[in-house]
């Protein structure tokens, strides 16, 4: 199995301009990884910024003379901006490109104008050989995913499996991953605790294997279930999200129980950063790594960086030992 890195992992650095794409790109190679993710979300094209084919073709080199896969990490279904998003993936040589349909309004309607959106496109990325690997994302569980993709009925959109983003609507998560399997083509494989911040139940992320999420047993239907080669890490320290629904309009997990379990405080602040437990004013809303960055005073940030970069290199390590000891490397 190989393994990528999503830039997510590094947002925080990203964010306030301590890395570029490129650095990005040489760290995932230190790491002793196997290719990248790059993160084009929002109208700025997230990590990407300038798509211009100078840019791209210069990060396809780096990427090659690496010997780093691509695959593209985008968000929202519009036919356009996939067209667009399929113009960068070709001139990259990514062939998987990522994205998601809910932005926290009315999932059944966002779940539909996907179906419309993805069938209008699919000629398009089956004629350039890219997949579209359609991810749970905080508000669609494992059976919306799987809707959708039946619905289409073509190989070229099969399921981004996220391993944590179903808790958000109170799904376990290996059960999500089960479920998705049989469709996958694309994955992130992260970890994630609840906590409680403000009297409220929290989703955290945290460092690979230091979460509530059975990561082993994830791997294995990964390797075993589906037809993925690789697979991508995505390190979610620094990110904290609510619970997207009731519990009694979720999937059927319940708050303490199983990796719904609340931790308390204190708290290993190179698992859980610290920022994230400062009072909200408004709570969160669809774009929560954003305003998690935006709690972040500057004079925090070195050392809040720093642990960072510790998360990354402990989520990789860990990945390598789950898969050594799955299939000896």
């Known amino acids: 199995?190989?393994?990528g890195l999503e830039s997510f992992s590094y947002h925080l650095s990203f964010s306030f301009g301590k890395m570029d794409l490129f650095s990005f790109i040489r760290k995932t190679k230190e790491l002793g990884l196997?290719?990248?993710?790059?993160?084009?979300?929002?109208?700025?094209?997230?990590?990407?910024?300038?798509?211009?084919?100078?840019?791209?073709?210069?990060?396809?080199?780096?990427?090659?003379?690496?010997?780093?896969?691509?695959?593209?990490?985008?968000?929202?279904?519009?036919?356009?901006?996939?067209?667009?998003?399929?113009e960068i993936?070709?001139?990259?040589?990514?062939?998987?490109?990522r994205t998601y349909s809910s932005f926290g309004g009315d999932v059944?309607?966002?779940?539909?104008?996907?179906?419309?959106?993805?069938?209008e496109v699919a000629p398009a990325f089956a004629d350039a050989g890219v997949r579209i690997a359609y991810e749970n994302h905080e508000y669609e569980s494992s059976d919306d995913i799987l809707r959708v993709i039946e619905a289409i009925g073509s190989p070229v959109v099969g399921a981004h499996i996220d391993t944590g983003n179903s808790m958000m609507l109170w799904e376990d998560p290996v059960m999500a991953v089960r479920n998705m399997a049989p469709k996958a083509v694309s994955s992130h494989f992260?970890?994630?605790?609840?906590?409680?911040?403000?009297?409220?139940?929290?989703?955290?992320?945290?460092?690979l294997?230091?979460?509530?999420?059975?990561?082993?047993?994830?791997?294995?239907?990964?390797?075993?279930?589906?037809?993925?080669?690789?697979?991508?890490?995505?390190?979610?320290?620094?990110?904290?999200?609510?619970?997207?629904?009731?519990?009694?309009?979720?999937?059927?997990?319940?708050?303490?129980?199983?990796?719904?379990?609340?931790?308390?405080?204190?708290f290993n602040p190179t698992v859980v950063a610290p920022h994230l437990l400062k009072p909200k004013k408004d709570g969160f809303k669809s774009y929560a790594w954003q305003e998690n960055a935006n709690l972040v005073d500057e004079g925090d940030l070195d050392q809040l960086i720093a642990w960072q970069e510790r998360s990354v290199a402990a989520s990789v390590e860990y990945v390598k030992r789950l898969r050594d000891d799955y299939q000896g490397g």
């Open 209 to 266: 294997g230091s979460g509530a999420i059975d990561l082993a047993e994830c791997y294995r239907i990964l390797a075993e279930e589906t037809d993925l080669s690789r697979i991508n890490i995505e390190v979610c320290y620094g990110y904290l999200a609510p619970f997207r629904v009731e519990q009694a309009k979720g999937e059927g997990a319940s708050l303490g129980e199983g990796p719904f379990v609340v931790v308390p405080p204190p």
């Open 34 to 86: 196997d290719g990248v993710e790059i993160n084009i979300e929002g109208d700025d094209l997230g990590h990407l910024k300038d798509d211009s084919q100078e840019n791209l073709r210069q990060i396809r080199a780096l990427c090659e003379d690496l010997g780093l896969f691509i695959e593209l990490d985008a968000c929202g279904t519009a036919p356009a901006k996939l067209r667009h998003y399929l």
């Open 89 to 97: 993936c070709t001139s990259l040589g990514a062939d998987r490109l």
């Open 1 to 3: 199995m190989l393994i």
């Open 190 to 207: 992260k970890d994630h605790l609840v906590i409680e911040v403000n009297g409220m139940p929290m989703i955290v992320g945290v460092p």
């Open 108 to 119: 059944k309607q966002e779940m539909a104008q996907a179906i419309r959106d993805f069938k």
